[in-house]
């Protein structure tokens, strides 16, 4: 099996915005990441309603779809079920260095935020941040509630780190993909991955 260089857990979860979590994929997998991926079911629902993508029913013909959508190598990314107790995420001794959770719906934010654990995302989440691990939460909502903020502020005092969905416009983007780009390239940032999909501050 192939030897990647980053592992990195990615939730997607049931907010508007799946684009940016199937954009993300894509990066992560480009840079030669291993990704563990979860997807929830309001996820797939969301992704069937904002993409041309229609996820299959069995979570193998899934990741079999999303291995050729994506180009993934052999071994490079493994598709967890939701309650998957036995996978490397749902446990500190073996869980990835960072999980990064894009979109980040406001349940789910509520869910971490009170260490439910009550699905894998969740659990996997709740691992980062006991192990003290980077959690990367991605919320996609407008307006926030009292309750969304508070739960932002809860997770960001427990060392998670928040990048709304809010992309900028100093890089003049011409297309939507260069409105994603703008968040996923935050996102790669903070993950310490090479990136060149969205110019930076200063930079031509």
């Known amino acids: 099996m192939a030897e990647f260089p980053h592992t990195i857990s990615l939730a997607i979860t049931g907010a508007s ?4 979590g199937l954009r993300l994929l894509q990066c992560l997998l480009a840079a030669d990441c291993r990704v563990y991926l979860m997807i929830s079911r309001a996820a797939e629902v969301v992704i069937a309603t904002e993409t041309h993508m229609t996820l299959p029913e069995e979570l193998e013909d899934q990741q079999a779809m999303l291995e050729a959508t994506y180009g993934a190598q ?15 995420v749902a446990s500190g001794s073996s869980s990835p260095a960072k999980m990064v ?15 439910a ?35 932002m502020l809860k997770l960001t005092r427990l060392g998670a780190v928040v990048i ?6 100093y890089h003049q983007p011409r297309t939507i993909e260069d409105l994603v780009d703008f968040v996923v390239g935050r996102i790669l940032d903070q993950c310490q991955i090479p990136q060149d999909i969205m110019p930076r501050w200063g930079e031509e």
């Open 17 to 20: 915005g799946a684009q940016y």
């Open 74 to 88: 052999p071994g490079q990314l493994t598709l967890l079920g939701r309650e998957d107790w036995f996978s490397p």
């Open 101 to 115: 959770i894009c979109p980040a719906s406001g349940g789910t934010l509520s869910a971490i935020s009170c260490g």
């Open 117 to 151: 654990s009550n699905n894998l995302i969740e659990r996997a989440a709740d691992v980062a941040l006991k192990e003290r691990r980077p959690l990367i939460l991605v919320p996609r909502e407008a307006p926030y509630s009292e309750i969304h903020l508070e739960n």
């Open 164 to 169: 709304p969905a809010s992309p900028g416009f």
